[in-house]
Every structure is written in C-alpha cells, then in structure tokens.
C-alpha cells in the first residue's frame, strides 16, 4: 500500500501547535496522579504530521546534517522530542503467509524459543492485520518525527518475511532507544472488542532492567488511546486494558521499555469498521504519538 500521507510543508504554525500540544502533555503527565484525572484536555490539539522523506530503513542514519533549503522543514532532531529515539514495531509482513519455513522458524524469545513470526489477524471483511499494522506505524512514525524523535521502523514495507521477533526486539536494543512500541491487532472472539496494551513481565535474566519503565510506557500509551480511538478496553481479556506477558519474545528479548499495542479486535465488527477507516487511523495515530511522547518527555 502507498503511503498515504501526501508531502507538504510544515508551517511554523504547525510546529507552534505541537509544541503546545506536547507542553499539554507533559502537564497532564506530571499532574496525574495514580488513578486520577489529569487536568488538561489531552484532546485539544494532537501533534500534527509533518512531511517526512518516507526514509523509514531500521538502520537508517538519522544524525545527516540537514539541507539549508528549507528552514520550517525542521530535521529530524529538532523539536522537543529531538534527541528521543524510538523503535515502532508494524507486526507481521504480509509476505508471512506464504514462506512458513521461516516464519514457523524457532528463534531466541527469552528462556524458550518461539516461532520467527506468525502471519496475524485480519478483518472479516478480509483487511488483514499486518496491513493495518504498517499504515497505523507510518501515521505514528510521522507524528512524532514531525516533534523531532529518530524514529526507526522494524521493516522497510508491507510485502516481505519477518524480521523474527528477536530482530525486532534487537533493532530497538542497537538503536539503544528511548521506547519500543510493537503496533498490532487482536484476533479475538468476535463478541469481544476493544483494545489492550501488553507489557512484559518479570523474565528472569531478561527483562528486570525494562518492566517498570515499561510499565509507565504502558500506561501512558492507554490512557492517550483511550481518550483519543474512541475504542474501549477490551472486555475479553487484559485488567483495564493493560495485560502482563512473560511468553512474548519481542518484549523478552528487547533491553529497552518497550510495550505491544493491540489496537482492537480485528475479529469485532464494531472495532473492525473503525481499524479500516483511513480517518480514524489518522485519530488512533495521534493518540498513540501522544501516549509516547508523554512518556518519552517524563525524563
Ligand atoms: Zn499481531
């Protein structure tokens, strides 16, 4: 699929307006109290995408000197997120199906090993999830490069095989990023809808270092997706709309914070008719940018 998001340029008054967006943010962050209400209106005014170069390799290097040209065109860099470094996982590939060699592959995946990668959910209608899963990354990846974050994508387009879990997880690791957020959709009962965030647990001699920052990661990206998807909590699985997982290698093996993001059930008509509208992508994917950019802006 194309990227959607058209070139453009960025005005100022587009940055001025995810500045004071994100300024919201961090108040709401720092005010928040366990259980409480913050007191912005974290809906008032999502960051806005900014034109991006459509550069999205894992290893890309993003510290290039930028051009002289265009001076409202910010680099990546600049903004307050500028010196982040964020990992956004697309799950799956939609060339998975079709090569279950590799993909039923066993890889490293904490104490045990797992399968290199599965081939995902899809919509009863048939918009499968890894689909969904690289539209909704790009739309977050530019939200938050347009407020300055590096942001790395675990695959380079929606056609190929994999990487592995522990690949994805290790891209995040040699970026040594900020956050990792693996974007996917449930396959769930189909009388079951809404959304959850999976966090890892404690894994011996794995994840000790990323469980509480992950954690704060976690919460931050459910309330933003709460406020702003128009999809509740999922009612068939998850407390609230955050589960802990011991049995994900993509958490185990990340030595960053990092969470997954199961954005609905693609199996639920109600939650289906929302993942596939382009509009309401567009909505999902400033909340998400704005969970992460409240976590990324509490250190
Ligand atoms: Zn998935």
């Not at 209400?37 to 034109?51: E, W």
């Not at 999830?129 to 977050?140: A, G, P």
């Not at 068939?236 to 709309?241: N, V, W």
């Amino acid at each position: 699929m194309p990227v959607s998001a058209p070139p453009g340029p960025r005005s100022r008054a587009t940055r001025a307006l995810s500045l004071a967006s994100l300024a919201l943010l961090l108040t709401a962050a720092c005010s928040a109290s366990p259980g409480g209400a913050s007191g912005g209106d974290p809906t008032a005014a999502p960051p806005l995408p900014g034109p991006q170069d459509g550069g999205d390799a894992p290893d890309g290097d993003r510290d290039a000197a930028p051009g002289d040209d265009a001076p409202d065109d910010g680099p990546v860099g600049e903004g307050p997120l500028g010196t982040r470094v964020v990992v956004i996982d697309p799950g799956h590939n939609g060339g998975n199906a079709s090569a279950p060699s590799e993909i039923n592959a066993l890889v490293p995946a904490g104490p045990a090993e797992k399968a290199c990668d599965t081939v995902g959910a899809e919509t009863g209608d048939g918009y499968p999830e890894h689909e969904f899963n690289w539209e909704l990354s790009l739309l977050v990846k530019e939200r938050l490069e347009a407020d300055g974050a590096t942001v790395l994508l675990t695959r380079e387009d929606d056609e190929g095989v994999g990487p592995c879990i522990d690949e994805r997880a290790g891209i995040g690791n040699e970026a040594e990023a900020d956050a990792a957020l693996s974007i996917h959709a449930d396959g769930g009962p189909e009388s079951g809808r809404g959304f959850h965030v999976i966090m890892p647990g404690e894994v011996d001699g794995f994840t000790e270092e990323i469980v509480e920052p992950s954690r704060l990661l976690a919460e931050d990206v459910r309330r933003a997706y709460l406020e702003g998807s128009d999809i509740p909590y999922a009612d068939y699985l998850a407390d609230e709309g955050l589960d802990e997982r011991t049995d994900l290698g993509g958490l185990n093996m990340s030595t960053v914070p990092k969470v997954f993001l199961e954005a609905g059930n693609m199996r639920n008509p109600e939650d289906a008719e929302l993942l596939s509208d382009p509009a309401w992508r567009e909505r999902a994917a400033d909340s998400i940018a704005q969970g992460m950019a409240a976590y990324l802006m509490r250190s």
